[in-house]
Nanobody
Framework: QVQLVESGGGVVQPGGSLRLSCVAS????????IGWFRQAPGKEREAVSC????????YYSDSVKGRFTISRDNAKSTVYLQMGSLKPEDTAVYYC?????????????????????WGQGTQVTVSS
């Protein structure tokens, strides 16, 4: 059974940090690029950060560049999103998703419609 399970969300004060984890099972992560997406209430889902499986090239949205870092540990079938200098506007449900290497390139990593598998999401709330 294919699964992506996110964890690490919570409530944090502005300026704080969180590390999200995404554990994959039921498929070989070596052949999938991974993206972190988020959706805030009343807003569309947006790509936050993605990592290309073939090259380890990364994508960051302008809103998180310099504050968030994506990494992967294929031996643990886990992808991480280290989030720092958090702002209230980072509040959202964060999802990880996996896209087969044949479906995405570095240029298309932020395109959520190309992702095959999705996790259930983890809530991140940044509030004082």
């Amino acid at each position: 059974q294919v699964q992506l399970v996110e964890s690490g969300g919570g409530v944090v004060q502005p300026g704080g940090s969180l590390r999200l984890s995404c554990v994959a099972s039921g498929f070989n992560l070596d052949y999938y690029s991974i993206g972190w997406f988020r959706q805030a209430p009343g807003k569309e889902r947006e790509a936050v950060s993605c990592i290309n499986v073939m090259t380890d090239s990364t994508y960051y949205s302008d809103s998180v560049k310099g504050r968030f870092t994506i990494s992967r540990d294929n031996a643990k079938s886990t992808v991480y999103l280290q989030m720092g200098s958090l702002k209230p506007e980072d509040t959202a449900v964060y999802y990880c998703a996996a896209a087969h290497i044949t479906r995405v390139t570095l240029a298309t990593l932020p395109n959520s419609s190309l992702y095959d598998y999705w996790g259930q999401g983890t809530q991140v709330t940044v509030s004082s």
